[in-house]
Nanobody, 128 residues
Framework: QVQLVDSGGGLVQAGDSLRLSCAAS????????MGWFRQAPGKEREFVAA????????LYADSVKGRFTVSRDNAQNTLFLQMNSLKPENTAVYYC?????????????????????WGQGTQVTVSS
């Protein structure tokens, strides 16, 4: 099982940027599709972005396309989420996610039920 520690959240103003990081350990990082989910108060956890094993394929939720960029450094076992032009509605706890070993090619966003490991979450708060 892959262990994940996410970081980089904080309190920012609308229009600002943040970069989240997720440090992975325990298994061969490059063997796994990785992603980011978020959960706002009173809402279900939702998909934000995902990246394929080699970092060549990415998928995004429509609400973040063009503003967020997911990337990975397989040599450093680290996943990133660059968030630009942040909006108050982006306020949530953001979770790093490692898809289960049975997850195939990244052609559709992974569902929460397909996630094998979760980070502890990092709070992102965007003020207006």
């Amino acid at each position: 099982q892959v262990q994940l520690v996410d970081s980089g959240g904080g309190l920012v103003q609308a229009g600002d940027s943040l970069r989240l990081s997720c440090a992975a350990s325990g298994r061969t990082f490059s063997n796994y599709v990785m992603g980011w989910f978020r959960q706002a108060p009173g809402k279900e956890r939702e998909f934000v972005a995902a990246i394929g094993r080699a970092g060549l394929r990415t998928l995004y939720a429509d609400s973040v396309k063009g503003r967020f960029t997911v990337s990975r450094d397989n040599a450093q076992n680290t996943l990133f989420l660059q968030m630009n032009s942040l909006k108050p509605e982006n306020t949530a706890v953001y979770y790093c996610a490692c898809a289960g070993s049975a997850f195939g090619l990244l052609t559709t966003p992974p569902r929460p039920s397909e996630i094998g490991s979760w980070g502890q979450g990092t709070q992102v708060t965007v003020s207006s």
